[in-house]
């Protein structure tokens, strides 16, 4: 099985930080793309920041300049880091990737449980 496990989500006040982590572990063989997604009640689940193999990043606007995406490919793991954190960030953070299992052909999609990110005074 393949699975992915973030980590690092609690509260923080506005103007805070975060660093979010997804480890990936399991039957897991290539990697390619690394995503965040959040969802926030009530709300659909909308892309965060995606990093492919190559290192190529992409932001929503409204994180653009504040998150940064990046991975260790030797650690299967994607991180987040979160500056500047507003009351609208709050959400479930999901990681995300697109792999092959070990000694697989096919490319599935895999999701993790998500992690509670709360901005609030």
């Known amino acids: 099985q393949v699975q992915l496990v973030e980590s690092g989500g609690g509260l923080v006040q506005p103007g805070g930080s975060l660093k979010l982590s997804c480890e990936a572990s399991?039957?897991?063989?290539?990697?390619?793309?690394m995503t965040w997604h959040r969802q926030a009640p009530g709300k659909q689940r909308e892309l965060v920041a995606a990093?492919?193999?190559?290192?190529?990043?992409n932001y929503a606007d409204s994180v653009k300049g504040r998150f940064t995406i990046s991975r260790d490919n030797a650690k299967n793991t994607v991180y987040l880091q979160m500056n500047s954190l507003k009351p609208e960030d709050t959400a479930v953070y999901y990681c995300?990737?697109?792999?092959?299992?070990?000694?697989?052909?096919?490319?599935?999609?895999?999701w993790g449980q998500g992690t509670q990110v709360t901005v609030s005074s």
């Open positions: 995300n990737c697109n792999a092959q299992r070990l000694w697989g052909r096919d490319i599935s999609t895999y």
């Open positions: 399991g039957s897991i063989g290539s990697i390619y793309t």
């Open positions: 990093i492919t193999s190559g290192g190529s990043t």
